[in-house]
Antibody, heavy 120, light 108 residues
Framework: EVQLVESGGGLVQPGGSLRLSCAAS????????MSWVRQAPGKGLEWVAN????????YYVDSVKGRFTISRDNAKNSLYLQMNSLRAEDTAVYYC?????????????WGKGTTVTVSS | DIQMTQSPSSLSASVGDRVTITCRAS??????LNWYQQKPGKAPKLLIY???SLQSGVPSRFSGSGSGTDFTLTISSLQPEDFATYYC??????????FGPGTKVDIK
């Protein structure tokens, strides 16, 4: 079964750091771009970042550039999101998702999400 | 940046109704448009990709159409399990993606 399982969420103070993980199974992880998407409480979906199969290309939404770092370990079938200098507006459920590129690009597999709360 | 809008923002419908949701892009995105369904407390689920292709396992009552800037998601006969929020998403500006604000479908 194709599966993504996020972990690492929690309560953190403003200015703090957190590292999210996403464990992939059931597919060849190293063959896919991967994304992080977040959803603030009561709000819509926001794409946060994605990373190429070999980790050589990484892209971010403007609001997290310089604070968040996406990475992956293909040997461990794992995706990561290092979040620094966290702000209250980063409070959200964070989902990892698989980018499928045929014939166009879409997010075809999603994890259940992990909740990040930034509050003092 | 490509902006996405959806209309309506919410609608009330009855089981068996035909429902249409519209998504508009701020510039042409060809057919790089996807639709997702999200139920409360759950992860989004892909319904339609490339504007009109039905994702495997998704009921045929769901369909998508459009190209360029204007797109629609149609549910031909609304079922109880279809009450949810629906999001469009453009991937034309890959690797940067943008979601629409969502359309909530609830029970009349």
């Amino acid at each position: 079964e194709v599966q993504l399982v996020e972990s690492g969420g929690g309560l953190v103070q403003p200015g703090g750091s957190l590292r999210l993980s996403c464990a992939a199974s059931g597919f060849t992880f190293s063959s896919y771009w991967m994304s992080w998407v977040r959803q603030a409480p009561g709000k819509g979906l926001e794409w946060v970042a994605n990373i190429k199969q070999d980790g050589s290309e990484k892209y971010y939404v403007d609001s997290v550039k310089g604070r968040f770092t996406i990475s992956r370990d293909n040997a461990k079938n794992s995706l990561y999101l290092q979040m620094n200098s966290l702000r209250a507006e980063d409070t959200a459920v964070y989902y990892c998702a698989r980018d499928c590129e045929t014939p166009t690009i879409y997010l075809d597999v999603w994890g259940k999400g992990t909740t990040v709360t930034v509050s003092s | 940046d490509i902006q996405m809008t959806q209309s309506p923002s919410s609608l009330s419908a009855s089981v068996g109704d035909r429902v249409t949701i519209t998504c508009r892009a701020s510039q042409s995105i060809s057919s790089y448009l996807n639709w997702y369904q999200q139920k409360p407390g759950k992860a989004p689920k892909l319904l339609i990709y490339a504007a009109s292709s039905l994702q495997s396992g998704v009921p045929s009552r769901f369909s998508g159409s459009g190209s360029g800037t204007d797109f629609t998601l149609t549910i031909s006969s609304l079922q109880p399990e279809d009450f949810a929020t629906y999001y469009c998403q453009q991937s034309y500006s890959t690797p940067h993606y943008t979601f629409g604000p969502g359309t909530k479908v609830d029970i009349k």
